[in-house]
């Protein structure tokens, strides 16, 4: 049993393969966390907890004239407010009589084989192979008739657990809520380092690793997704811990708005770990009866470095989060309008560009924004979904079935989300868009933002999406977000449920994707935001596959794939070879490096194939070939970053190994070429130390551990900005 309750100690204890979870009851039935970490026995951890009168830290009414108990330092589960506990706190609230305390003491519990999924938002589910036992603890403040219960999903082989709260009314009155975390964990000691995904529009996600010093640290995003600014997935790891070793703690929200992830550490170096909806702009008004979900925390842990941390999240995401068909599936080699017309097209060049794209081996053609309303900038039409005959003359029906006679299959691009204000929907129902009354709404991109906490905005949006679904044969949306949200009023709410909307539209939008996505599993639904803008758990729930950036550099996305890797799986991120000199930078890398760095994720193109060349067009075929060849790697293979673009500077080398280590393929591209440059050596991981492997394309075979431990010779004639990719096959028997 993964979870036990131990009636002396009075202690919750919680175990995976490689982790141990410990809380205790305290004395005043308060729920302290004792410990988290590697695996240990079921022993009395009571002697961790020195209680100490200091000063300054009040004690509880019931604790008497006991004065060393304080919450002022010790290590909670979920904190109360403004009863003693001056740290980052999981709850705020309004009281019916304006008072804001939270004071919950543990008044039931129960522990349940499965796993809990939350009702309003995505989370983890079990697998047939999984064992998953939930732990319920419920937390009662009686005075304020406030009941939290805090959830806890053990998997014990994959080494998570889940966290979330469920809070609810069960006084008489209304009760305000301002903050709900859905996860704080107290650390006694604080010797850490936080990673974290920090970036911008077009350079997402790039590795942050510092020092937790006295104070908070805070990221996380307003902007009403989970923004390219921050992602909701952090790292606490011990100071020397690198890729193949040392203590690393995962925090991945399943979130794909406003969040806050605090690290704080405190007046004794204590380290509070908090993370949930951002309570910035949020205020929840809880009717009695009523309850609310905060999204669900999926923590790991291993003593075993980054990069098996990464395999944790790689793995439970594909099979315990993505609720695709295709999470593992091999998926079409694609080729993308955008940068290949951007909105200058008619039917005519759309169907050379497939022609083309054919001979080079693609298997769908992804028709990108401009196709609808009158729009031939990004100034106009978005919410009117019908096709623009005068580009497109037989129709999307018409484009589409041509584009499948050549052999391709055919995809499509939308942005349900947004209205633009020369649209026949923004005149029809002006009210549909979030604005402030009186105020003339903030514009980005020259658009307005669809009102998700309405449900007649969503169902007119479920209805329009499935409806364009069934006018032509379509195998691929991409589901884009182009701007950040402001304004975040709406007029089905009343004034006291303003603070709801930007939370209401995060779960207006799960409903449309319940609806859209989840009816149509034969279609491969791509996330997109600008690129990485929503590049979330919360999302991968629904699409398999994620547009990691708008920006198509190879030698950029180095750091942004490089980043994603932590908590993602390679197989969630989209990436294509564009056109040089590159559009966002203006590097030109060779179209080998473009396509060895867009095999690292699911591959495609995005330029205009009829002015390829005819070499040009066999180089990609002959990508597309490779890229086949592994392909089954990449979906369900694990990935080792080899090198850090952030503490390499001269090459960056990421590796995919098969489950049962028999294939695996290198890839590496040099960053810095200098002349007369040293001998540097690529050194492969996750090999069978002891078994032989042929370096394919060679007759070199050579042993896990010479490769894993001498690597092999990076050829002096690379250049700068050039790659090379090679496969390692297991070789049967004896070695030549
Ligand atoms: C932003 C996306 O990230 C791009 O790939 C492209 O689809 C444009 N939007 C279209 O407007």
């Known amino acids: ?9 009075k202690t919750f204890f919680l175990k995976t393969k490689n982790s141990s979870y410990v809380m205790k009851i305290s004395d005043f039935d308060n729920l302290l966390h004792l410990y988290y970490g590697a695996p240990i026995p079921d022993e009395n951890l009571d002697y961790l907890i020195q209680l100490q009168d200091r000063g300054f830290s009040p004690n509880p009414f019931e604790a008497g004239n006991n004065r060393s108990f304080s919450l002022d330092f010790l290590p909670q589960e979920f904190s109360t407010n403004e009863n003693g506990d001056y740290r ?64 806890y999903s053990v998997f014990e082989e994959k080494d998570v657990i889940t966290r979330s709260v469920l809070l609810t009314n ?33 350079m997402e996600r790039e590795e942050i690793r510092i020092p937790v010093e006295r104070g908070i640290h805070s990221i996380g995003s307003t902007r009403g997704t989970s923004s390219h600014q921050y992602n909701p997935s952090v790292i606490l790891c011990t100071k020397g811990a690198d890729e193949d070793q040392g203590k690393c703690y995962g925090f991945s929200l399943i979130y794909s708005g406003n969040f806050l992830i605090e690290a704080e550490k405190d007046q004794y170096s204590q380290l509070r ?45 594909r099979e315990n989060l993505c609720r695709s068909p295709y999470v593992k599936r091999p998926r079409p080699v694609l080729i993308n309008s955008w940068e290949a017309a951007y909105f200058d097209f008619d039917e005519e060049k759309l169907l050379n560009i497939a022609k083309n794209a054919a001979q080079m081996g693609v298997e769908l053609f992804v028709l990108d924004d401009g196709w609808f309303g009158k729009r031939n900038n990004d100034s106009s ?3 009117d979904w019908t096709v623009n005959r005068a580009k497109l003359k037989h129709g999307l029906k018409g484009l589409s079935d041509q584009i499948h006679n050549m052999g391709l299959s055919f995809g499509l691009w939308i942005e349900p989300e947004m209205v633009s204000e020369d649209s026949d929907l923004y005149r029809a129902h002006p009210d549909w868009c979030l604005r402030v009354p009186g105020r003339p709404a903030v514009r980005g991109r ?5 009102d998700l906490s309405r449900p007649d905005v969503c169902r007119y949006l479920a209805d329009t999406i499935n409806h364009l679904l069934s006018e032509a044969r379509i195998e691929y949306i991409k589901w884009d977000m182009n701007r950040s949200l402001s304004d975040a009023w709406s007029g089905m709410l009343d004034r006291n449920s303003q603070g709801e909307v930007y939370h209401k539209y995060i779960l207006g939008l799960y409903r449309i994707m319940d609806e859209v996505i989840l009816t149509h599993p034969d279609v491969i639904f791509c996330g997109c935001s600008g690129g990485g803008g929503r590049y979330d758990p919360g999302m991968y729930y629904y699409q398999p596959q994620i547009w990691c950036s708008d920006n198509t550099d190879a030698i950029s996305r180095l750091k942004i794939q490089y980043g994603t890797s932590f908590i993602y799986p390679m197989s969630a991120l989209e990436s294509h070879v564009s056109i040089c000199p590159n559009h966002q930078t203006g590097r030109t890398v060779s179209l080998k490096t473009r396509g060895i760095v ?47 673009p952030y503490t390499n500077p001269f090459f960056t ?64 004639e690379l250049k700068e900005y050039e790659g090379i990719q090679f496969g390692l096959t297991l070789l049967e028997g004896e070695p030549r």
């Open 273 to 317: 770990l908090n993370a949930g909806i951002n309570p910035k702009g949020f205020s929840y008004a809880l009717a009695p009866g009523e309850s609310l979900e905060a999204p669900e925390m999926v923590l790991a842990f291993t003593c075993r470095g980054l990069t098996a941390l990464s395999h944790i999240y790689h793995d439970v995401y």
């Open 653 to 716: 080398a990421w590796q995919y190994v098969s489950k049962d280590k028999r294939r695996a393929v290198v890839s590496l591209v040099l960053t810095d070429k200098e002349s007369n440059d040293a001998q540097r050596f690529v050194k492969p991981r996750g090999l069978l130390a002891d078994a032989f492997y042929q370096v394919d394309g060679t007759d070199r075979v050579l042993s896990g551990s010479l490769l894993m431990n001498a690597g092999i010779p990076i050829p002096f």
């Open 446 to 450: 020259y658009q307005l933002v669809l």
């Open 1 to 9: 049993m993964s979870i036990t309750y131990n009636q002396t100690a």
């Open 381 to 383: 039409s978005l919410g």
């Open 88 to 151: 980052s706190s999981s709850i705020e609230v309004q009281n019916p009589d304006g008072s804001r305390t939270f004071s919950g003491k543990v008044t039931e519990y129960h522990i349940e084989e499965g796993k809990h999924l939350l009702e309003t938002m995505p989370s983890l589910r079990a697998g047939s192979e999984d064992t998953v036992h939930t732990l319920t603890i419920r937390l009662t403040d009686e005075a304020a008739g406030l009941c939290a219960d805090l959830i």
């Open 170 to 202: 069960s006084g008489s009155a209304p009760v305000k809520v301002g903050r709900l975390m859905s996860a704080t964990l107290d650390f006694m000691d604080s010797d850490y380092d936080l990673i974290y995904f920090a970036g911008r529009h077009t």
């Open 598 to 644: 867009a095999m690292d994720g699911i591959f495609g193109y995005e330029l205009d194939s009829t002015r390829l060349s005819e070499d040009e067009k066999a180089q990609c075929r002959a990508q597309v070939q490779a890229y086949k060849r592994f392909e089954d790697l990449i979906l369900t293979g694990d990935y080792y970053r080899l090198t850090s």
